[in-house]
């Protein structure tokens, strides 16, 4: 994976309030992001059928499906997806079901601190860019193994090292 998979990084922008999508958007117009921006939860769940999001910050009340039933749905179907909520609600009981119920990574009270949503947004990608990279490592790590594995069966010893008392390998005649 190359340095530059953070900037293709997709975030998704959810809030029923055209003038907190715009701001997000503003928030976010010189990061390495592709933002798009959704109007309701419904909209979300559209816009994630056809296409994958890294990262989705999404308000909490929203009509029809809030921003938690929203996020934990996101958590059942695109588990993969860093979810962060967004609230003008910030009672600490909503904050709590949220952690719990929709795996949420951060939630955030409006009005927010723009740089300290820039930072989480931007910490939230490493991590993820992160744990893919360990799963790429863990795939590699599987199919050395089962090559290993096969190559001992059919030469029975070939996985084993004799190394002498300072280390150096003893090859066998």
């Not at 715009?22 to 390495?32: D, I």
């Not at 009509?63 to 910030?90: E, S």
Request: net charge negative; glycine share 2%; charged share 35%.
């Amino acid at each position: 994976m190359t340095e530059t998979k953070i900037e293709q990084m997709k975030l998704l922008l959810v809030d029923d309030d055209d003038n907190v999508r715009r701001a997000l958007k503003r928030v976010f117009r010189k990061e390495p992001y592709e933002v798009e921006d959704c109007n309701s939860a419904r909209s979300a769940m559209d816009k994630l059928s056809e296409s994958k999001f890294d990262i989705i910050l999404s308000d909490f009340k929203m009509p029809h499906i809030n921003g938690l039933d929203f996020l934990k749905w996101v958590h059942d179907f695109h588990p993969d997806t860093i979810r962060i909520m967004l609230t003008g609600q910030a009672d600490m009981d909503t904050a709590v079901r949220a952690i719990n119920e929709g795996e949420i990574y951060r939630f955030f009270t409006k009005p927010w601190d723009d740089q300290d949503l820039r930072i989480s947004i931007q910490i939230a990608a490493e991590q993820l860019k992160l744990q893919r990279r360990n799963l790429e490592l863990l795939n590699e790590l599987n199919k050395t193994k089962s090559y290993v594995e096969k190559l001992e069966q059919q030469y029975p010893g070939i996985s084993k090292i004799k190394r002498d008392e300072e280390g150096r390998i003893i090859i066998d005649e």
